[in-house]
């Protein structure tokens, strides 16, 4: 059986609303069925978003469609919350933490934060090093 892996993201794009789906409800429920599509099929789906709720509703559709954690990842951004990370990997799930690189890192940054403005101050901390 193809085991091959597929990203499911959902986050921070800068997409023309002509091609795109601009209602965010909307958006979660074609999310939501995208997913269970690949829940459903023989793949490794990589689940990516930055909101809490379809983390949760992720791992309640995995349970649904039989699959143990490891058979699909969890994919979080960099900034999201450490905490969270620690208590998704304690429940025994497989997380990945996203981390921009490459030609077009700056705008996804600014999409991030943008978006996102409260996480402006843990980006620049993370930034200082550590004594």
């Known amino acids: 059986m193809l085991r091959s892996r597929v990203l499911l ?3 921070a794009r800068d997409e023309p609303a002509d ?7 909307e958006l979660d429920r074609a999310w939501v069925r995208c997913l269970k599509v ?6 490794h ?7 809490p709720r379809l983390v949760e509703i992720a791992i309640a ?5 039989g699959r143990a ?3 699909y990842d969890l994919q979080l951004p960099y900034d999201a919350r450490p905490a969270e990370v620690r208590r998704l990997v304690a429940t025994g ?8 690189w490459g030609p077009q890192w700056y705008g996804h940054v600014a999409r ?3 978006e996102h403005p409260r996480n402006l101050s843990p980006f620049l901390t993370s930034l200082v090093p550590k004594k």
């Open 112 to 114: 991030r934060l943008a």
């Open 61 to 65: 559709l995995a349970s649904r469609y």
């Open 9 to 11: 993201a959902k986050g």
């Open 93 to 100: 799930e497989r997380v990945r933490v996203h981390l921009p």
């Open 45 to 51: 789906p990589v689940v990516a978003t930055h909101d």
């Open 19 to 25: 091609v795109a789906i601009t209602d965010p409800a």
């Open 38 to 43: 690949l829940l459903d099929g023989g793949g």
């Open 69 to 71: 954690p490891g058979t």
